[in-house]
């Protein structure tokens, strides 16, 4: 089953709250099962680390089964291992790396 | 004939101008008969309300068979319906959501 | 071959340098050969002109194979032609009309 992407690139606050409703919203549009992987990288990255504000949307995010995709690319140019993030989050490579990977597989591409 | 959507989710009226003129030079670019959507959501549902800045660029994109298509998720957290919307209008349950779909039909997707 | 197009609009040069990192990233990603554009129109264009900030990096861009492609619409409600464009660049009639061909033709698209 072909999945979407989200892509977010920015550090602001109200754009990760705004992008993690529009993933949430997006749950009951798509058929039961269709993964939905919220891609991020550069500057906002911040989102997958712990004690942000954005922490409680966050996790309702993640229960509700949306999976959340950091770019380790950026993750060494701001010194951060996997071991420095959320509960939940997974790791790629790279954020536009596998944002093209999965264009290839069929997904559908939302930059919100 | 699959069609583009164009995604737009600022309330910036200078950011609505650039996205109307950019529907615009897509018409004479494609094939004659592609329909052209703008999806609007969160913020940038404003772009569809009456008396706004961009009302005689909306007018022109409209008139030049863009359509212009809104997020009704977006539009009951601001209390709108329909009847608040410009003549021409159309909403859609999700705008997300439709992006989605749009892409499963083939649909090109651009975010300017 | 299919490739991949990236798509900018923006002015800001903290963004030029981080969308030509994001190409740059992108290059070992992919298979060998792949194509990688990067799509520039509206304000984003003053990108391609010589004598920018980002000039360093542009450059380490189009060394790496990366291709510059302008949106002739925006050059010319700039006054810009194909010579005040930095050398390697290349324009095409309409940005977004470009990004519509290349996704049909069944490329990648990045909004980063």
Redesign the interface.
Known sequence: MTG?VL?L?EASVDKHR?VLR??L??V???EPGTPIELVV??EAICLALPGQATADALAEALDAGIILVVCR?SMRQQDLTDADLVHGAVSA??G??H???R??QGW?????
């Open positions: 979407v892509h690139t705004a529009n993933a919203n997006l009951p549009e798509v990288h550069s690319n490579p790279s536009v790396g944002l093209v990977a264009q290839r559908a591409y939302l930059r919100p």
